[in-house]
């Protein structure tokens, strides 16, 4: 029998192993010949890859596919060196400015379209074997009518290269 003054039979509670400390986040110290990348930067992509990618996104694009076209030229974007960068970054707001084009939003199509022509304006006729004065001029028709207040329907621009990579015989 237990007497008031008597405390009550309990078990010990059970004793927890410690967890190891994690340590402190340490950022990796770049290599004595790397330099350090801005945010948002990647290193260099290899020719071979460059020319995939901004052929792939040429594909996309002229197949309607405008939001896959610019995550193939983003990719190239992120990696450019600054002479390059808004050549990929034009023609990626092109690419976005269509696609709210698609949507039917008037002031995203506007917004984009307008900075995207800006950008490659500066690599006109011509840059990275594509041609741009064609791109150029036919966005900027779109863009008139989106000033004009009109939401025109989309006759998607083109983008050509300027010489075929491999000459074709179709005498077969």
């Known amino acids: 029998m237990i007497g008031p003054m008597a405390e009550p039979k309990t078990k010990p509670a059970p004793t927890r192993a410690k967890r190891p400390q994690k340590a402190a986040a340490v950022p990796p110290a770049a290599a004595p010949h790397e330099p ?62 269509l696609l709210h084009l698609q949507r039917r939003n008037a002031r995203g199509a506007r917004n984009k379209l307008g900075e995207g022509i800006a950008k490659l304006r500066k690599y006109e006729p011509t840059h990275q074997g594509l041609v741009l004065t064609e791109l150029v001029a036919r966005c900027d028709l779109i863009l008139d009518e989106l000033n004009e207040g009109l939401l025109p329907y989309l006759i ?17």
Request: charged share 30%; net charge negative; proline share 6%.
């Open 36 to 97: 350090q990348l801005a945010r948002g930067r990647t290193p260099p992509l290899d020719p071979k890859e460059r020319h995939e990618l901004l052929h792939r996104g040429v594909a996309l694009f002229n197949g309607l596919r405008y939001w896959h076209a610019h995550e193939a030229w983003e990719t190239l974007w992120r990696a450019a060196d600054e002479e390059e960068r808004d050549f990929y970054q034009g023609l990626i707001m092109v690419a976005a400015g």
């Open 156 to 172: 998607p621009p083109v983008i050509r290269f300027v010489e075929m990579e491999r000459a074709q015989d179709f005498n077969r």
